[in-house]
């Protein structure tokens, strides 16, 4: 499986065109992250269960993991550990005005994990996104 995610991100395949296994819901979540002495508050524009995109003007490390707190509305905070697969520098990147990164869940406690697909649950009544 490590295999995999990191051929695809060394493929550099553009975001939106990565087949996912589980669907991705639109939102506006803030998160906390940390990688080594960076503490960051950004938002989670979209998320599903294997992962989520972190909209942020700040580079996360390629292949490094990220610890995060996501403040779920209504719902208790949810801890995680993602591995960032794949980021996006809008500065260096024409035509593309997101900064951001892809992360997918490497570690979650499953009390953690249940309040994510509690909060996806209630998603599904919309449409999955599109991108990201």
Do not use: C
């Not at 499986?1 to 990191?6: D, N, T």
């Amino acid at each position: 499986m490590q295999e995999w995610f990191r051929a695809m991100s060394d493929a550099k395949v553009p975001h939106g065109e990565r087949e996912r296994k589980d669907e991705r819901y639109e939102v506006e979540i803030r998160v906390d992250w940390v990688s080594g002495q960076m503490f960051v508050s950004d938002h989670v524009t979209n998320i599903g269960k294997g992962g989520l995109f972190i909209q942020s003007q700040r580079p996360l490390p390629a292949q490094g993991e990220v610890e995060m707190v996501l403040w779920l509305p209504g719902k208790s905070p949810v801890r995680a550990t993602g591995r960032v697969v794949w980021s996006q520098d809008p500065s260096r990147a024409p035509g593309q005005p997101i900064g951001g990164a892809g992360l997918s869940f490497i570690d979650m406690h499953p009390a953690d994990r249940a309040l994510l697909h509690d909060y996806l649950r209630d998603l599904d009544r919309r449409a999955p996104a599109r991108g990201h």
